[in-house]
């Protein structure tokens, strides 16, 4: 694997306001990174430094193997892709596309050709000689893809370039630069605050906290072995419900305080008293008849969608998602299983996953 773009150490103050703090990541060439984290994590801050928009204020960034620290964001020859699509307005698809070529010097002709070339690519064949007010949203997306396709550049930058768009178009377009990126063989590197764009289209996703990084991994991997109570609670829908608890003192049962105090087998062996917090994920979760039931909850109000059901307990403590219609009510006592095996547990203290 080569590394593409490679950030060692890297700070980013805002005058006292510490952004990025001591950053390390590798992204290897040919591979789509999502970043993803809570608004105001740093994420656009990182993208926007290995742009060149930001200037770091420690450490070394590199692209291709070349240091980058100081180099302006045009000879960087990456390209960023921006919800707000920055087109021309005065401007056909055709020139909007070609725009950079023309501004680099590539003769009309040329441009004009690779312009096609692009369009052919992206879908725009028949749009070329459109204005963007005549396109619609997902089409000037594409004008936008087809305006950092053209350069050819080492990395695809992406800023949240869907969030203007409609639910489903969101998906239909996840897919189009995804299949672009794998057609193109190109690096990309993807911010997004929804964890399921992020899960869905990247190979990596790093997921950022106040300027670190809490996780880098593939996205199935985060999503069963998270590191830390927040990767746990952060990659996931519904949100992971999290149980205050003690280990028994046989060492081998689970004591949900948080619910009540009911006792459940672990099927492995921990520190007896460790003061601990069970990470429950909501679709794991099985409404159960008495006998086989691992605790029991009240029910607060039950809400549906049709296609699934939300539980949750009265007192708001956990959350089950299950796809059977029931007809559970508010106020009803349920007994709830969970296999031992898909309890996640944090250290009460440090929060870290323990293994
Ligand atoms: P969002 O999802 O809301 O876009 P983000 O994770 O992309 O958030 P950044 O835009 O990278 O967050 O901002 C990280 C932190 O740096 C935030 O607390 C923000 O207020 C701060 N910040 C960003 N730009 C500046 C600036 N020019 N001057 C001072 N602080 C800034």
Do not use: W
């Not at 690519?121 to 004008?143: C, D, E, F, K």
């Not at 050819?152 to 178009?169: C, T, V």
């Not at 609670?233 to 305080?257: Q, V």
Request: proline fraction near 5%; hydrophobic fraction near 40%.
């Amino acid at each position: 694997m080569t590394p593409q773009i490679e950030l060692q150490n890297v700070d980013k103050h805002y005058g006292a306001f510490h952004a990025l703090k001591d950053i390390d990541l590798v992204i290897e060439k040919g591979s789509f990174v999502a970043l993803v984290g809570p608004s105001g994590c740093g994420k656009s801050t990182l993208l926007r430094s290995i742009a060149g928009l930001e200037s770091i204020t420690s450490g070394t960034l590199k692209i291709a193997g070349n240091t980058m620290n100081g180099v302006p964001p045009r000879k960087r020859d990456v390209a960023m892709v921006f919800q707000s699509y920055a087109l021309y307005p005065h401007m056909t698809v055709e020139k909007n596309l070609s725009y950079s070529l023309r501004l680099k010097g590539t003769p009309r002709e040329q441009a004009r050709k690779r312009a096609e070339e692009v369009a052919a690519t992206t879908g725009l064949t028949n749009l070329l000689s459109r204005y963007p007010r005549q396109l619609s949203g997902g089409q000037r997306q594409r004008v936008a893809m087809g305006r950092a396709i053209i350069r050819d550049p080492k990395a695809f930058l992406f800023d949240e370039p869907l969030s203007n768009l409609d639910a489903s178009l969101r998906v239909q377009m996840r897919k189009e630069i995804r299949s672009l990126h794998d057609r193109l063989g190109a690096t990309s590197v993807y911010v997004t605050h929804d964890q399921i764009e992020a899960m869905t289209m990247a190979d990596h996703v790093v997921v950022m906290r106040d300027g670190i990084i809490e996780q880098h991994g593939k996205p199935l991997d985060l999503y069963d072995f998270p590191a830390n109570r927040f990767v746990g609670g952060f990659i996931g829908t519904p949100a992971m419900n999290f149980i205050e608890s003690t280990i028994g003192a046989d060492g081998a049962t689970l004591m949900l305080d948080g619910l009540g105090g009911e006792t459940i087998a672990l099927g492995r062996k921990l520190e007896p008293g460790r003061a601990v917090v069970a990470g429950l994920r909501p679709e794991f979760l099985r409404v159960t008849d008495e006998e086989s039931a691992s605790f029991h909850v009240e029910l607060g109000p039950v809400e549906s969608t049709g296609s699934v059901n939300y539980l949750s307990s009265i007192d708001q403590k956990l959350t089950i998602v299950q796809s059977e219609r029931t007809g559970l009510k508010a106020g009803d006592r349920v007994g709830v299983t969970i296999d031992p095996k898909l309890i996640h547990l944090f250290d009460a203290s440090t929060e870290q996953r323990i293994v």
